[in-house]
């Protein structure tokens, strides 16, 4: 039996294109989803990020751009469809709305994840302040501080309550301590009324060149202060009638300069100052003396730091100490995460130069996106149903379908090759054989290579090639951006005047910051400002009283012009306070927003890294209380304050040049080209710039091509499917079309393309300059950096002595203002009252500088620990890994109030650690 071929059913073929055809339909509408969009995207920077970051010194382990989960502002909600956000509710109104979200906020996201953090840290920092109260018993009475290798006194130093100022001038600022005796409650006979005495000449170190008080009635209320037991009391049998005086002790001579038969006793005597008494009266007057002399010390302030924040005093604000601070800016930092997408968007031109030297694939019915070799090559086949009447005069009802796929490709040389597939099916619904579609393919291939202009791989590749580099910058941008994030957190990035000096600490380089740089320490240092105020308003409210008081004995010699000069000093003690306490609060505000918090969350800093600088400053204001009080004891609160910690440069110590006891400037020089070399081999930025300058010289050569004839090839090679057949793959070798296009120009106008080469042959030798002046600048910021270090830590140093000058200028000056006057027994009223006046005006100058050197401290090592970090930063020396930097500048002393490593040396980034390299 003979098999025969059955005819095919045209109604068959159709019924299987036709579904065929609505898929392609379909699929040039479909696309993949914004997750695999965005996914593709991050795999393909992340992978270019990586690549420019394998060098150790600017290497980044982990990158991500999306948001950390704890920061403010993470993300909860899909990624790719957020839901909308509030709208402004006029704007809404006024105009169209486009978009009808399915779901709307009604408030603005905001993550709440960095709150938990200061919970899980508030109950840490509790937990840790019970187990410390609890180890070392601090519910028990706190003892007197006394400095290092000093022995108590064998009698305890007397304590008063403090003063309280009159009605007349109240104090909205109170002390924090005892709120002390009201003045309706002070006796009249309690406190002193001797007018004040010029200090006598000798040996001020000497003990016994200080002027003791002799006045019984001054004398008298510390006795009734301190407990101590009066002595009996005569008048003077040499007082002439209604000029008795005050009473003074049976066995005791009147006072210096009082007597009108003094004996002259010479008080730089080594052994017996008073030859008229005993040394054991003598010992005993100049104990009682002390006594008096500590009046005016207030007691311990209680300093509220929640209430100086502007927080009630029993509230519980979060408290941070800088490694939380740190910590928290890392996570929640707005331009941290800045500078993270500054990264991802330059790598994101790096991802498109790249495919645009990778095979581009287009597929679709009449697609019109072309690929980096070139448009769609012809022929592009519409898509039309195209229908007309008999009445235009030819009628018509056809369908063309066209679909077209291919490939394009860019090679180095600049050459573009386009290969692809096209096809044209049309259904004349019209004709005899409706069904019957006529078919017709296309296999086109293009090719295009430039000789002379546009071709070539310095012009082909400079896209690509600068991309690359730029992502390279970056990335190098990004690692010196984390040095400066350290210094920026800790000590801030605005300039720091110190007493005419101002010490640059600028911000980031980047740019694009509109968040403050303000910094943990500059905080720390508003804080203990402010303490100082209250201690110093403390003690003018005492000296008020005293003088209050004092006024009202007939033969003290003070009027109400001494009392008014102690109510301005108050009056600008208070101002001073406010100034102080504004600032602290504006500061600690815009360091909450610098860590990316709102200004309104309840935050105080942990205070650790300056108390050494409180246990000083109280430990002085026992040591002025103490009636055993010794001079000699003053430097050695000095030398307990913080020490400075050095700074290594190549195996040079900075401080070296200063701290040995001798200026070593022939040495300075030396450390100062030694500090250069070490900054232009580690300096990031300045790898930059000398890279930017070979890029201007690449641009000589890309100009120039343009300034050439042009002299392109282009080949086209086409098969066609014939017109009989319904196969749409039925390509002969026969049914084809062959070209070739020879395109030639001379550089006959080239005007443009001249200037263009001239201008970069300018903008080559303003590179070359700018990389010198970028040297010489960095150079220059060194050599200022190391000279600023130096100025701040013999600043510091010379300080240290001028504190404990201060200190004994303000003791020395009390004692004499209740000292007995030494002038002339008829010396007249206007002479005691210039001497009171003259005398008080030093106590208040002294009271004040002794404030101010306790700020200055404070202020010199705060600019001492910013010149610190500064340096490191310019050196390029510091870690690119923010903890590694982090604990390199503060090392576990931290707990220990401590702010540095000692001498010890930054390891430079991409070096082994010690022990990585078998060091101890």
Same mark, same amino acid.
């Given at each position: 039996?003979?098999?025969?071929?059955?005819?095919?059913?045209?109604?068959?073929?159709?019924?299987?294109?036709?579904?065929?055809?609505?898929?392609?339909?379909?699929?040039?509408?479909?696309?993949?989803?914004?997750?695999?969009?965005?996914?593709?995207?991050?795999?393909?920077?992340?992978?270019?990020?990586?690549?420019?970051?394998?060098?150790?010194?600017?290497?980044?382990?982990?990158?991500?751009?999306?948001?950390?989960?704890?920061?403010?502002?993470?993300?909860?909600?899909?990624?790719?469809?957020?839901?909308?956000?509030?709208?402004?509710?006029?704007?809404?109104?006024?105009?169209?709305?486009?978009?009808?979200?399915?779901?709307?906020?009604?408030?603005?996201?905001?993550?709440?994840?960095?709150?938990?953090?200061?919970?899980?840290?508030?109950?840490?920092?509790?937990?840790?302040?019970?187990?410390?109260?609890?180890?070392?018993?601090?519910?028990?009475?706190?003892?007197?501080?006394?400095?290092?290798?000093?022995?108590?006194?064998?009698?305890?130093?007397?304590?008063?309550?403090?003063?309280?100022?009159?009605?007349?001038?109240?104090?909205?600022?109170?002390?924090?301590?005892?709120?002390?005796?009201?003045?309706?409650?002070?006796?009249?006979?309690?406190?002193?009324?001797?007018?004040?005495?010029?200090?006598?000449?000798?040996?001020?170190?000497?003990?016994?060149?200080?002027?003791?008080?002799?006045?019984?009635?001054?004398?008298?209320?510390?006795?009734? !202060?301190?407990?101590?037991?009066?002595?009996?009391?005569?008048?003077?049998?040499?007082?002439?009638?209604?000029?008795?005086?005050?009473?003074?002790?049976?066995?005791?001579?009147?006072?210096?300069?009082?007597?009108?038969?003094?004996?002259?006793?010479?008080?730089?005597?080594?052994?017996?100052?008073?030859?008229?008494?005993?040394?054991?009266?003598?010992?005993?007057?100049?104990?009682?003396?002390?006594?008096?002399?500590?009046?005016?010390?207030?007691?311990?302030?209680?300093?509220?730091?929640?209430?100086?924040?502007?927080?009630?005093?029993?509230?519980?604000?979060?408290?941070?100490?800088?490694?939380?601070?740190?910590?928290?800016?890392?996570?929640?930092?707005?331009?941290?995460?800045?500078?993270?997408?500054?990264?991802?968007?330059?790598?994101?031109?790096?991802?498109?130069?790249?495919?645009a030297f990778q095979p581009q694939f287009y597929a679709g019915l009449s697609p019109l996106t072309g690929t980096a070799a070139g448009g769609?090559?012809?022929?592009?086949?519409?898509?039309?149903?195209?229908?007309?009447?008999?009445?235009?005069?030819?009628?018509?009802?056809?369908?063309?379908?066209?679909?077209?796929?291919?490939?394009?490709?860019?090679?180095?040389?600049?050459?573009?090759?386009?290969?692809?597939?096209?096809?044209?099916?049309?259904?004349?619904?019209?004709?005899?054989?409706?069904?019957?579609?006529?078919?017709?393919?296309?296999?086109?291939? +293009?090719?295009?290579?430039?000789?002379?202009?546009?071709?070539?791989?310095?012009?082909?590749?400079?896209?690509?090639?600068?991309?690359?580099?730029?992502?390279?910058?970056?990335?190098?941008?990004?690692?010196?951006?984390?040095?400066?994030?350290?210094?920026?957190?800790?000590?801030?990035?605005?300039?720091?005047?110190?007493?005419?000096?101002?010490?640059?600490?600028?911000?980031?380089?980047?740019?694009?910051?509109?968040?403050?740089?303000?910094?943990?320490?500059?905080?720390?240092?508003?804080?203990?400002?402010?303490?100082?105020?209250?201690?110093?308003?403390?003690?003018?409210?005492?000296?008020?009283?005293?003088?209050?008081?004092?006024?009202?004995?007939?033969?003290?010699?003070?009027?109400?012009?001494?009392?008014?000069?102690?109510?301005?000093?108050?009056?600008?003690?208070?101002?001073?306070?406010?100034?102080?306490?504004?600032?602290?609060?504006?500061?600690?505000?815009?360091?909450?927003?610098?860590?990316?918090?709102?200004?309104?969350?309840?935050?105080?800093?942990?205070?650790?890294?300056?108390?050494?600088?409180?246990?000083?400053?109280?430990?002085?204001?026992?040591?002025?209380?103490?009636?055993?009080?010794?001079?000699?004891?003053?430097?050695?609160?000095?030398?307990?304050?913080?020490?400075?910690?050095?700074?290594?440069?190549?195996?040079?110590?900075?401080?070296?040049?200063?701290?040995?006891?001798?200026?070593?400037?022939?040495?300075?020089?030396?450390?100062?080209?030694?500090?250069?070399?070490?900054?232009?081999?580690?300096?990031?930025?300045?790898?930059?710039?000398?890279?930017?300058?070979?890029?201007?010289?690449?641009?000589?050569?890309?100009?120039?091509?343009?300034?050439?004839?042009?002299?392109?090839?282009?080949?086209?090679?086409?098969?066609?499917?014939?017109?009989?057949?319904?196969?749409?793959?039925?390509?002969?070798?026969?049914?084809?079309?062959?070209?070739?296009?020879?395109?030639?120009?001379?550089?006959?106008?080239?005007?443009?393309?001249?200037?263009?080469?001239?201008?970069?042959?300018?903008?080559?030798?303003? !590179?070359?300059?700018?990389?010198?002046?970028?040297?010489?600048?960095?150079?220059?910021?060194?050599?200022?950096?190391?000279?600023?270090?130096?100025?701040?830590?013999?600043?510091?140093?010379?300080?240290?002595?001028?504190?404990?000058?201060?200190?004994?200028?303000?003791?020395?000056?009390?004692? !004499?203002?209740?000292?007995?006057?030494?002038?002339?027994?008829?010396?007249?009223?206007?002479?005691?009252?210039?001497?009171?006046?003259?005398?008080?005006?030093?106590?208040?100058?002294?009271?004040?500088?002794?404030?101010?050197?306790?700020?200055?401290?404070?202020?010199?090592?705060?600019?001492?620990?910013?010149?610190?970090?500064?340096?490191?930063?310019?050196?390029? +020396?510091?870690?690119?890994?923010?903890?590694?930097?982090?604990?390199?500048?503060?090392?576990?002393?931290?707990?220990?109030?401590?702010?540095?490593?000692?001498?010890?040396?930054?390891?430079?980034?991409?070096?082994?650690?010690?022990?990585?390299?078998?060091?101890?």
């Amino acid at each position: 039996m003979t098999l025969k071929a059955q005819p095919t059913n045209p109604s068959r073929r159709f019924r299987f294109r036709v579904p065929l055809l609505v898929v392609l339909a379909l699929g040039t509408q479909s696309g993949c989803t914004r997750e695999f969009f965005r996914e593709w995207a991050n795999q393909d920077v992340t992978e270019a990020i990586f690549e420019k970051s394998r060098d150790p010194r600017w290497r980044i382990d982990l990158f991500s751009v999306e948001p950390p989960a704890l920061s403010r502002f993470a993300d909860p909600y899909d990624p790719d469809a957020p839901p909308a956000p509030p709208d402004d509710y006029a704007a809404e109104a006024t105009s169209p709305v486009p978009q009808w979200p399915d779901n709307r906020l009604i408030i603005p996201l905001e993550g709440t994840g960095y709150l938990d953090m200061l919970d899980v840290w508030q109950r840490e920092n509790e937990q840790k302040a019970a187990e410390n109260e609890q180890k070392t018993g601090e519910n028990a009475a706190k003892p007197p501080r006394r400095p290092s290798g000093t022995p108590r006194p064998t009698t305890a130093p007397t304590e008063v309550e403090p003063p309280v100022p009159p009605a007349s001038i109240p104090s909205p600022f109170g002390t924090g301590g005892n709120s002390g005796t009201p003045l309706e409650a002070i006796p009249p006979n309690s406190l002193p009324t001797s007018p004040p005495a010029n200090p006598p000449s000798g040996d001020p170190k000497a003990p016994q060149a200080r002027v003791k008080s002799r006045d019984p009635a001054l004398r008298l209320a510390a006795f009734q !202060q301190t407990g101590i037991e009066e002595p009996t009391l005569t008048q003077s049998p040499t007082a002439p009638p209604g000029l008795e005086g005050p009473r003074r002790p049976e066995n005791q001579p009147p006072p210096i300069g009082m007597d009108p038969s003094p004996i002259q006793s010479d008080l730089s005597a080594p052994l017996n100052p008073r030859p008229d008494l005993t040394p054991e009266q003598y010992r005993e007057s100049e104990e009682k003396g002390d006594a008096i002399a500590g009046m005016l010390i207030p007691d311990e302030i209680n300093f509220n730091e929640a209430e100086a924040a502007g927080l009630p005093r029993n509230s519980r604000p979060y408290k941070l100490t800088m490694e939380q601070a740190f910590r928290l800016g890392l996570v929640n930092a707005r331009f941290y995460q800045f500078q993270l997408e500054n990264v991802y968007t330059t790598s994101l031109a790096v991802t498109l130069q790249r495919f645009a030297f990778q095979p581009q694939f287009y597929a679709g019915l009449s697609p019109l996106t072309g690929t980096a070799a070139g448009g769609i090559p012809a022929p592009n086949p519409f898509n039309q149903f195209l229908y007309r009447t008999r009445e235009t005069g030819t009628p018509i009802s056809s369908l063309n379908v066209g679909t077209v796929a291919g490939v394009g490709k860019v090679f180095n040389s600049g050459g573009r090759l386009l290969m692809g597939f096209a096809n044209q099916v049309v259904f004349n619904f019209l004709g005899q054989n409706s069904r019957q579609p006529s078919v017709q393919s296309f296999l086109p291939l +293009t090719f295009v290579q430039p000789f002379l202009r546009g071709g070539g791989r310095a012009v082909t590749l400079e896209a690509l090639t600068q991309a690359e580099r730029n992502l390279l910058y970056a990335v190098r941008s990004f690692a010196k951006f984390r040095q400066e994030f350290v210094v920026a957190t800790l000590v801030g990035g605005t300039p720091i005047t110190n007493f005419g000096s101002t010490l640059q600490t600028p911000g980031f380089s980047g740019g694009g910051n509109s968040d403050p740089t303000i910094g943990f320490l500059n905080v720390i240092q508003d804080i203990q400002l402010i303490e100082n105020d209250r201690k110093n308003i403390a003690a003018l409210e005492r000296l008020y009283m005293i003088y209050s008081e004092l006024i009202k004995g007939e033969a003290s010699g003070l009027t109400q012009l001494q009392v008014d000069q102690v109510d301005q000093s108050y009056q600008q003690a208070l101002q001073t306070l406010v100034n102080d306490r504004t600032q602290f609060r504006s500061q600690l505000d815009q360091f909450k927003i610098q860590l990316g918090m709102p200004p309104d969350v309840p935050l105080i800093l942990d205070r650790s890294l300056a108390m050494k600088f409180k246990e000083v400053f109280d430990g002085i204001d026992d040591w002025q209380r103490d009636p055993k009080r010794n001079l000699t004891d003053l430097p050695q609160y000095a030398a307990n304050l913080p020490d400075l910690a050095d700074v290594n440069i190549d195996g040079r110590s900075v401080l070296s040049v200063y701290n040995t006891g001798k200026d070593n400037e022939d040495d300075l020089e030396d450390l100062l080209l030694a500090a250069e070399r070490v900054t232009l081999e580690h300096r990031l930025d300045l790898m930059n710039e000398r890279a930017r300058l070979y890029d201007a010289w690449r641009q000589i050569r890309v100009s120039a091509n343009a300034l050439k004839g042009i002299f392109n090839v282009t080949l086209t090679n086409q098969f066609i499917t014939p017109p009989a057949t319904t196969n749409p793959f039925a390509f002969v070798d026969q049914a084809k079309q062959f070209s070739l296009v020879l395109n030639a120009e001379l550089p006959l106008v080239r005007l443009n393309e001249r200037n263009q080469f001239r201008a970069t042959l300018i903008g080559y030798e303003r !590179q070359r300059r700018s990389l010198q002046a970028f040297e010489d600048n960095l150079k220059y910021q060194i050599r200022i950096d190391v000279r600023n270090l130096h100025q701040q830590y013999l600043t510091y140093e010379i300080n240290r002595k001028n504190f404990t000058l201060a200190v004994r200028l303000k003791d020395q000056a009390f004692e !004499q203002i209740i000292a007995p006057p030494q002038g002339a027994a008829g010396a007249s009223g206007t002479a005691q009252a210039a001497n009171a006046a003259t005398q008080t005006n030093n106590l208040i100058n002294f009271q004040r500088q002794l404030l101010t050197q306790e700020n200055t401290l404070i202020t010199n090592w705060l600019g001492y620990e910013t010149a610190r970090l500064t340096l490191y930063r310019d050196l390029g +020396t510091l870690p690119y890994d923010e903890w590694e930097a982090y604990r390199e500048l503060f090392p576990a002393d931290y707990g220990n109030a401590g702010t540095g490593g000692g001498s010890r040396a930054i390891r430079p980034p991409g070096a082994p650690r010690p022990e990585e390299a078998g060091q101890p």
